[in-house]
Structures are given as C-alpha cells and as structure tokens.
C-alpha cells in the first residue's frame, strides 16, 4: 500500500521533470498527469479496502463514495484534458473546445446515469443537468459571436436554445424528485408549467424563424400567410394531440389557423387562374364553392366549442349541404356560351346531377326522416328534373336533325315528340290500368308512329290503317291483364315443384357427400389403381409409347403407392401409432417416387440411385424425427431405430455401388 502511494508521488515528479527538460509542461500535460495519478487512486483504495477490516471502518459508505468521487473527478478531467487538447494542439476556438469537452461530459454523465451507475445517482443526475444547461448556454454563446455578420441567426440561436431547456427541465425535475420524494408530486406539477412555458416559447421561436426564412426568400405576401396559417395549424394539431403545451387555447388557435387558410386559399386560387387561365376564369367559381364549403365544414368541427355553433348545428350541416347540391347543379351552367346546341346539353347535364341528387341524398335525422331534402320536395324535384330533361332532349334531338341535309320538318318535329312522349310514359305510367289517360296516350303514341309510316312508305292508306287497326286493338290489350294473372298462378305452381325438386336434389347431393365422406379410403383406394393403370397405359407402346412394355406396367405400382400415400391416416390420440402411420406414408412416397424413376434411368444407375435417395431421405427424415421428439413427446425409438436402418441401408448400397464400379459395369 505505501510502496503503492511512493510510486504515485515519483511518477507525478518524473512526470513534471521530464516535461521541463522537453519544454512540454502545458496545462493539457498537467491534467493528463492528473487524470492518470486520478487512475492510479482506484488502486490505492483497493490496496486500502484489502489491509482493513469492515468493522475498523468508522464510516461503512466511504469505500463506495470514494469510488463515486473518483469516477466524477475521471469524467472532469477527461473532459477538461479534451479542451485543452483542442485549444492547445488542435488551435480549435475558445467556444468550440468548450463545447466538444462539454458535450463528452454529458455524454459521460448521460451513460452514467442511465447504464454505468458508478456515481451516486442524485449527483450524478445533478452534475448531468447542469452540463446540458451549460453546453446550451455555450452554443447560445456561439450562435451569438456571428450576430454582426447575419442578424437573422438570433432567432435561430433562441430557437435552439428554448428546444435544448426541454431536457434541462426534465432532467433537473427528475433530479428534485429523487432528492425529495415527499415533493414529488408538487415538482411534476411545476415541471409540467414549465414545459408549458418552453413549448409556448418554442413555437413562437419556431414561427419566427419559418417567417425570417420566407422573408429572405422574397416569397410574396399571400404565399407567405398560407404557408405560415398551415404550420400554425400543424403544430396547434400536433399540441392538442402530442405535445398539450396550449390545453385548451390550442382549439381556438386551430380554428382561427384555418380561417387564414381559407382566406389565402381562395385568394391564391383566384390568382393563379386570373394569371394562367384568364379567359375561363368563370369557370373556377363553382371549384371556389366547393373548396370553401369543404373548408367551412371543417372549420365548423373545429368550432365545437362553440355553444352557437353546437347550438345550430342541424341547421349549418342542412345550410351546407344545400349549398353543396345547387352548386353541383348549377356547376355545368358556369361552361354556358353562344352555342345553341351546347347550352342545350349542358342545362340537360344540370338537371341530369339534380335528378342524381334526389336518389343519392340519404342525410337522415334521428327519427330516419330526410333532412335534407323532405319526401314532398324530392319526389317534386325528381318529377320535375326528369320531364325537363325529356323536353330539352326533344329540343336537342329536333336541333341536331335539323342540321342534317334535306331533313323533313314535320318528321324532325314528329321525331322530337315522340323523344318527349316516351320521358312523359315513363314517368307518367298510363298503362298500370284501363282509363281514359291511358287510351288518350295509346293513340297519339301510335298516331306519331303512323306518321313515321307515312314518311317511309309516302302512302296515306298504309299509315291510316295501321293507326286505325291500333286503335281497334287498344280494348283487347288489357284483357292480357287477366291472362297475366292466369300466368301468374301457372308460374306459381311451377315455383312450388321446382322447390320440391330442389330439396330432392339437394338432399340426394348431401348424402353423396356423408357417403364418400365415411368410405374416402376405399373410394381413393379404387380411383388410384384405375388411375396408375390408366397411366400405366398412356406411357406404354399402346399410346405415347414413352417407356417399354415392362417398365410401363412397373410404373404402375409407384404411381399407385404415390396416390396411397395421399390418404389422410386415421386419427388416433396415441402420437407414436400417429407418427408410425406418417412414416409408414412417407416411406411409400419415397419407394414410390424411386419407382418411377427406375422406368425412366438406365439399370445401371439403378443402385446408385437408390443410395443417393438414401442420402436425401436420412437428411430430410432425421431432423423431422428430432423435431416431432421435442414437439409433440413421440419415442426416442425412432429416431435409434431409423439411424439404424438408414446406415444399414446406405453400407449395403454402398457396397453394392462399389462392387459395381469395381465389376465394370459402369
């Protein structure tokens, strides 16, 4: 032990005399000394603990506290040995070697605290605090010195700064608590304010900095509040979430956000079609529209705070999807010009969308009664749609005639008619029942169809008896409505048998299926020697002639037992009768497969064959054997008896390729 501190003391005053005489004694040599003397102590203590006795001891702690001391003192001086090693060698700047020494004692303490524990953890965490909020105070420091030069770094140096408190302030709580665990909850409580305070300040820094980088790029102004209201809303998403800095106030801020959003949005929108697309810039109005009441349905979710929007909810939601659906309607009436024709197939495009509406609407109360659009107002508006585009479609069709060359008047107009009677029938249905609506549009039906008679044969005779004879025939159509019934009760009956006949089936299809179920072996069995031979035979001399008269009937053995092994074995609850039943399978396959490679290799490689399957088969079998031991508990005399059979088998075939070899006969 005494021997031990001598040889400290010479080292530290060979150390000092050495750097003399070679004019090295820096403060970076000193401290080197130091750390190694600092080393040297952990030996001491050891030396120390060994020639004492624990009882001797008036302090039992001391040992451990030393060894504490001792550790913190290591991270100090390594750390201070970096910076003076970087300023004295390196000619690194003040600020930067003081925060790379800085930053290593951080990262000394941060091991320390988390995996190491060799320091006492109240201190060490303590000591790790005030490094972080001293490495944050240095960049500050840093950032500052190139103020002159780019004032616009001051925000970003804040910005840093309140970012780097986040883990001050958990780290010094988190050392408070664990010094006093009574005030443990009073400290979460103020931790939490804190953290507040620094994520209040942490976006406004941040705000700043995005709006001092958009400056500097001369962005324009109406760019620049759009893409600032979406990262305030962002963030205020991201804290009502995530972070929880603003509680409450974020809601707000999120709801005000959008509004700006929706302001530059429209106004950007309308720039850049006034700019780009001025000569239809008509046309983007109904995009506008929708735009905005997908924006005010959003930022009508956001306002449920609200007590009036809450309030008058129902009536907002009916409100906007009333915009909604006149602004799809009116939508194509925005593409409207001097063309006839075209403004024609546009208004029947917007009644076309508001018939759709009237069959997609399903916007329901609580009660299931249409809020949106009421019964009365939807069958009206439906009615109402469809007999318009009927009639438009009557004027388009007359238009559209009347371009084509040499056209008739009276046709193209009869033409039109008959294009609007049939809208009229569809929606009006005369036919439903005998009645004076139903004959009156009976005969101008057919008197329109006359008329197209006329136009084609040039005859007034063939026309006018055809519409007569239509009109004699009209009182014996709706007699068919008693034939209909007839067919009915006719089609009735057949409904009846044909259920019947139905359960038959399928009461003779589950018996087939319970039979092959309970006789599945003997059925596969039977089907797997008609398929072998049928094999058999299609590779025979008689067919494809593939393979000789002997090797083909061969053949039909492994194809058979190949089949068989297919057969699912019985269950059983004893796993070595099951694992028994497997290899039983699995050895058929296998002399299977061989055999019908022996019909298409030469005899001479019929031994070398079945030797090297052996290979295969061992390799595959044996870790399948193992594998079912561990899992499902099966005998160890298995395993015994198949490596012996396999070693059996492969000397004995060996021998046998051997022999060959040595005969010749390869």
Do not use: C
């Not at 201070?80 to 000619?91: A, K």
């Not at 999120?254 to 530059?264: K, T, V």
């Amino acid at each position: 032990f005494v021997l031990f501190i001598l040889f400290q003391g010479f080292f530290a005053l060979n150390w000092v005399i050495i750097s003399l005489i070679f004019e090295t004694l820096k403060i970076f040599m000193i401290i080197l000394m130091i750390l190694i003397e600092t080393g040297f102590l952990f030996k001491t203590i050891k030396n120390f603990k060994a020639i004492t006795i624990d009882g001797d001891l008036k302090y039992p702690n001391l040992m451990e506290t030393s060894y504490s001391l001792l550790t913190l003192f290591l991270y100090l001086e390594f750390s201070l040995m970096t910076y003076f090693f970087l300023f004295e060698f390196l000619f690194l700047g003040v600020f930067e070697s003081i925060t790379i020494s800085l930053f290593l004692l951080f990262l000394f303490t941060l091991i320390d605290v988390y995996f190491l524990n060799k320091i006492k953890r109240n201190y060490a965490r303590l000591i790790h605090t005030i490094t972080y909020f001293s490495l944050s105070i240095v960049i500050l420091l840093s950032i500052n010195r190139f103020l002159n030069q780019n004032p616009y770094l001051l925000s970003l140096e804040i910005f840093i700064f309140i970012f780097m408190q986040f883990y001050t302030n958990y780290s010094f709580f988190t050392s408070l608590s664990s010094v006093y665990t009574d005030k443990e909850e009073s400290l979460r409580k103020t931790r939490f304010i804190v953290q507040e305070y620094l994520g209040i300040g942490f976006y406004l820094t941040l705000f700043l900095l995005i709006l001092q980088t958009l400056l500097l790029n001369s962005i324009e102004f109406q760019l620049i509040m759009l893409f600032l209201s979406l990262l305030v809303h962002g963030l205020m998403i991201l804290d009502s979430f995530v972070f929880k800095f603003l509680k409450k106030s974020s809601k707000y801020i999120i709801a005000i956000s959008w509004g700006f959003i929706m302001i530059f949005t429209s106004i950007n929108m309308i720039r850049f079609y006034l700019v780009n697309f001025i000569d239809i810039v008509v046309t983007i109005i109904p995009l506008v529209i929708f735009i905005l009441i997908l924006e005010f349905v959003y930022i009508f979710k956001l306002m449920d705070f609200w007590k009036l929007i809450t309030r008058h909810k129902e009536k907002i939601r009916f409100y906007l999807y009333l915009l909604a659906y006149i602004n799809f309607i009116t939508w194509p009436l925005y593409f409207v010009s001097t063309n006839l024709l075209l403004t024609f197939n546009l208004i029947i495009f917007s009644l076309l969308v508001m018939l759709i509406i009237t069959y997609v609407d399903k916007v329901q109360d609580i009660e299931g009664e249409y809020v949106i659009l009421k019964e009365n107002s939807r069958n009206l508006i439906r009615t109402f749609s469809f007999l318009s585009i009927g009639g438009l479609l009557s004027i388009d069709v007359y238009i559209l005639l009347n371009l084509v060359p040499l056209s008739n008047f009276f046709l193209n107009l009869n033409t039109a008619l008959f294009v609007f009677i049939i809208f009229l029938g569809i929606k009006l249905k005369p036919f439903k029942q005998h009645s004076l609506k139903a004959f009156i549009f009976w005969s101008v039906v057919f008197l329109q169809l006359s008329i197209f008679l006329y136009y084609l044969s040039l005859s007034y005779v063939i026309s006018g008896v055809v519409f007569g004879l239509m009109i004699l025939v009209y009182p014996f159509v709706f007699l068919l409505e008693e034939i209909g019934e007839l067919f009915s009760k006719f089609v009735g009956i057949l409904s009846k048998y044909y259920i019947k006949f139905k359960l038959i089936v399928k009461t003779v299809f589950l018996k087939i299926i319970s039979f092959v179920k309970a006789n599945i072996r003997y059925i596969w069995i039977t089907l797997s020697i008609f398929i072998s031979i049928f094999i058999g035979v299609l590779i025979s001399p008689l067919i494809l002639n593939l393979l000789n008269p002997i090797h083909s009937t061969l053949v039909i053995f492994p194809v058979f037992g190949l089949l068989f092994s297919i057969i699912p074995s019985e269950k059983s609850e004893d796993v070595d009768v099951m694992f028994k039943r497997r290899m039983l399978r699995l050895i058929i396959s296998w002399g299977s497969v061989i055999g019908v490679l022996f019909g298409f290799i030469a005899p001479a490689l019929y031994i070398f064959t079945t030797w090297i399957s052996i290979w295969i088969l061992g390799a595959v079998l044996l870790p399948y054997i193992s594998f079912k031991e561990k899992r499902e508990k099966i005998s160890i005399k298995w395993r015994f008896y198949t490596l012996i059979i396999l070693i059996i088998m492969l000397i004995l075939f060996g021998i046998l390729f051997g022999i060959q070899i040595l005969g010749g006969f390869l």
